[in-house]
């Protein structure tokens, strides 16, 4: 007998939509704009921590039941994250050519190449000085590409036995999170007396885009996903947990500088982020409020938004469409709105074509 498609979770798709949305304010903003929800803006690289949390629960939530029926095909589950992520990536790649000239004047020529042969393979992510080479936030993809070479073996995970056990895990995972940051703040390698979201260097590099730093966040999700399974989806619990989630969270990040940036930055938030995925995951207020069609209809369209909306903005504004046609009044706020435009756009005349015609492509060879 066929295992049962898990239940959509439409909340945890609407906060993507947030998240996503997030990440461009963060890149294309300025936080003081947003009044009481600067520190939020101010963040928004924390809404690239929750995605990769979200991904490792998103993928146990639909597999890993799977795999202990005995029904996971390792094959099948690549081939379905390729045609997932590929198409838009590749379209992200190809956007970037206007960046070529400066990403040579930036390099030695050696690592000029490197990031050109690895940047398609997604492999560019473990070299720190070229992990954001011609797309910033594509680095992403190449630790997600990682998660997803691994994630079969996960898969296979067995449940711990008591939610005590479950819990256990969650911790263990967590303290594990919170090393690489600990150590930056401890050893200081790059000599940055307080490190934030504008400082640079070597180390700290390494610490932001590289895959194993992020590793724990994705763990994280997929032990998250076994939580998930043994907790009921009406209870109480779960609307608390979500509550206290998203307040905790926004506590420590208004708490700005005194919270040390190597340790928000990844692996800090993991338990509230944990929690608010318990949250929207069940049957609640909370739930049926982001699990609204508009913020869902969007939030369809965050990984399109996340990976096209650096070099988009940057290729907008350097067109001079919107000095051309009046619109600069408006931004940026219409700009804003381009990009939304856009994402939707390439979700369902590009992503979605495309993942159906490579599926069929691939159903052919086999």
Request: net charge positive.
């Amino acid at each position: 007998m066929e295992t049962r498609k898990p239940a959509r979770l439409d909340a945890l798709t609407g906060l993507r939509c947030f998240a996503a949305i997030n990440i461009v304010f963060f890149h294309f903003s300025n936080p003081q704009w947003f009044g009481v929800f600067a520190p939020i803006i101010n963040a928004g690289y924390a809404s690239v921590s929750y995605f990769i949390l979200l991904s490792g629960f998103v993928l146990a939530y639909n597999y890993s039941a799977r795999a202990r029926a005995g029904e996971f095909n390792a094959l099948r589950f690549y081939e379905a994250r390729f045609t997932r992520i590929y198409p838009i990536y590749f379209i992200s790649l190809a956007m970037s050519w206007w960046m070529i000239p400066a990403e040579y004047a930036a390099h030695t020529h050696t690592m000029f190449w490197v990031g050109m042969a690895l940047t398609p393979l997604l492999l560019q992510g473990w070299i720190p000085s070229i992990a954001t080479f011609l797309n910033t936030p594509a680095w992403t993809m190449s630790a997600e590409a990682f998660y997803y070479f691994l994630f079969p073996w996960m898969a296979h995970w067995k449940r711990p036995a008591s939610i005590r056990r479950h819990v256990g895990k969650l911790a263990l995972v967590w303290v594990l999170g919170l090393i690489p940051g600990t150590l930056y703040i401890v050893f200081s390698p790059d000599h940055i007396p307080h490190p934030d979201r504008w400082s640079w260097g070597p180390w700290l590099q390494a610490l932001k885009y590289t895959p194993l730093p992020h590793l724990a966040s994705f763990v994280f999700g997929v032990l998250l996903a076994h939580l998930d399974e043994v907790m009921e989806r009406s209870t109480r619990l779960r609307l608390i947990l979500g509550i206290f989630g998203f307040a905790a969270t926004f506590s420590i990040l208004e708490m700005g500088s005194i919270v040390p940036y190597a340790i928000v930055h990844d692996g800090l938030l993991m338990p509230l982020f944990g929690c608010i995925v318990l949250g929207l995951a069940g049957n609640n207020i909370l739930a049926r409020i982001l699990g609204w069609w508009p913020l869902v209809f969007i939030g369809e369209a965050s990984y399109c938004l996340y990976l096209l909306h650096f070099n988009l903005w940057t290729m907008l504004h350097h067109s001079q469409i919107l000095e051309r046609t009046g619109l600069i009044r408006l931004d940026p706020w219409i700009s804003y709105a381009i990009l939304i435009a856009l994402a939707l756009f390439a979700l369902h005349m590009i992503e979605k074509p495309a993942q159906k015609q490579l599926r069929k492509m691939l159903n052919l060879w086999r």
